[in-house]
């Protein structure tokens, strides 16, 4: 049995090569990271920035919060053009002008207007990082292991979101209000190094081989990648095998993605996942997260927010391992089932002591509790698989534009979110949280439903799924 296992392992291709390693880590660090420190940048600065601009009334720090998403927005349109036109690795190259110029803006502080175009600016990069950088990692990834680089892009996320806590708690490492210029600065510390080391990494192979038509540096890019000349030939051969089998299948439109039944259901399943992420009123708790958890009854809540960073950072690391054994479709369920139970203990355990504050002391241990398995069911299900399975269920040819739709429903739900919690809070109170479980009941049902498994699964196969699901629905469905 000992000389069978080493001589597989002597014949076996290597997959984690350097090559790989460095094209992920730019990816990721320079894309991903950002995204994550500018959502954790706002939860714990509020009070400084209030006290640092003045006279910013409950409007325009909603408006300064909701700065990241309306950019965002914007972005995650067109990062998918972008990235069709000029490659995925021109695409992150450029996109560090429109963060390095938030960043300064922000950093700056020269007003509270500045501030809020900065933190706009900063957004459309975030906005295309989102788009491309799932689409690189999916693009080089091998597929024994897509969906633990697919999940990577979150981690990243989930650790700067905990990144841009833990640097702003209030007397952690002195007064937040002494260095705060430092702090909004910080997102140039990972542009800097994807600019240094992202013109080291190939291109996405198969954007060369299918945008491109340029076999040559595809295979080339795969060599690179891969470590191995015999390993780059076969899946140059696959990708070769692919396009011939669809020889009479060119780019798609717009108009196709809206048109034909399979890419219109599957664009569908694309945007309702994005929907599940972020209509579960995830952001809302990271970004008021101090004032929920002083409200349940947390004395500290900069340190609450924190905590609940570490979770979602740990919890997502689980996950990695999981995600190519379970499979993606059963842990985004196991995740929203949770989170729906959670939902319901925080919203009853919320009213109770909304009613009766003084004489129901067991209801703030409950609700953080809560809080605290809505944030790991999120980081296990509808945290990371949005993101990898964008790249899961598109062909080459659909993959660009779909993603960009796709990417740019996620920012909208977001920005949708961010801008309504606050009025929603006061006007329905703990209601609130029966309203984000209502949505999150509802794509639970969609998930179940419609979602196919994704899980080392060619793509061919999991159009053939969505297309024999889209033939049995009527057509006023789908």
Not at 6 to 26: D, E
Not at 164 to 184: E, K, P, Q, R
Not at 423 to 438: D, R
Request: some cysteine.
């Amino acid at each position: 049995w000992y000389q069978r296992r080493v001589r597989a392992s002597v014949g076996a291709p290597k997959v984690w090569t350097c090559g790989l390693v460095i094209a992920i880590s730019v990816a990721i660090i320079g894309g991903s990271l950002q995204y994550g420190l500018q959502i954790g940048s706002m939860a714990n600065t509020q009070e400084t920035l209030r006290n640092v601009f003045r006279n910013v009334t409950d409007t325009e720090m909603s408006l300064i919060i909701s700065g990241m998403p309306m950019g965002g927005l914007v972005g995650g349109l067109a990062a998918g053009l972008i990235a069709d036109k000029v490659g995925r690795k021109r695409c992150m190259l450029l996109n560090n002008i429109p963060l390095l110029l938030g960043t300064v803006l922000m950093a700056s502080g020269i007003n509270k207007y500045l501030f809020f175009i900065g933190r706009v600016v900063a957004g459309i990069a975030c906005g295309v990082a989102t788009g491309v950088s799932p689409m690189y990692l999916a693009e080089i990834s091998p597929v024994s292991v897509k969906g633990a680089i697919g999940v990577s892009h979150q981690f990243m996320i989930t650790f700067g979101i905990l990144l841009g806590f833990v640097l702003s708690i209030n007397d952690l490492l002195t007064s937040f209000s002494g260095y705060w210029h430092l702090y909004f600065a910080l997102p140039a510390i990972p542009a800097v190094y994807q600019l240094i080391l992202l013109p080291l990494c190939p291109e996405s192979p198969n954007w060369l081989y299918y945008n491109k038509e340029r076999e040559d540096l595809a295979r080339a890019a795969l060599t690179k990648l891969r470590g191995s000349q015999s390993v780059a030939d076969e899946e140059v051969d696959s990708m070769i095998k692919e396009r011939t089998s669809n020889a009479s299948s060119p780019m798609v439109t717009y108009k196709e993605l809206f048109t034909n039944r399979t890419l219109r259901l599957t664009l569908i399943i694309g945007v309702a996942l994005q929907g599940a992420q972020q209509l579960s009123g995830v952001n809302a708790i990271l970004n008021y997260g101090p004032e929920i958890l002083k409200k349940a009854g947390m004395k500290n809540g900069d340190l609450g927010t924190g905590l609940l960073g570490g979770i979602n950072v740990l919890m997502t690391l689980i996950s990695v391992p999981l995600m190519d054994k379970m499979g993606r479709r059963s842990l985004m369920l196991f995740g929203q089932f949770f989170m729906i139970v959670s939902y319901v203990g925080l919203a009853i355990a919320q009213r109770i002591h909304d009613d009766n504050p003084d004489g129901a002391k067991w209801t703030a241990p409950v609700s953080v509790t809560t809080i605290i398995t809505f944030i790991i069911s999120f980081a296990i299900g509808p945290g990371s698989i949005p993101w990898l399975i964008i790249g899961e269920l598109f062909t080459a040819e659909a993959r660009g534009k779909a993603s960009s739709l796709c990417v740019g429903a996620n920012w909208v739900f977001n920005l949708l979110v961010v801008l309504s919690y606050d009025q929603l809070n006061k006007a329905l109170k703990p209601n609130t949280f029966f309203l984000y479980m209502g949505i999150v009941i509802f794509f639970f049902i969609f998930t179940f439903l419609f979602v196919p498994e994704t899980k080392q699964k060619p793509v061919e196969r999991i159009n053939r799924e969505i297309r024999d699901q889209a033939e049995k629905c009527p057509p006023t469905v789908f």
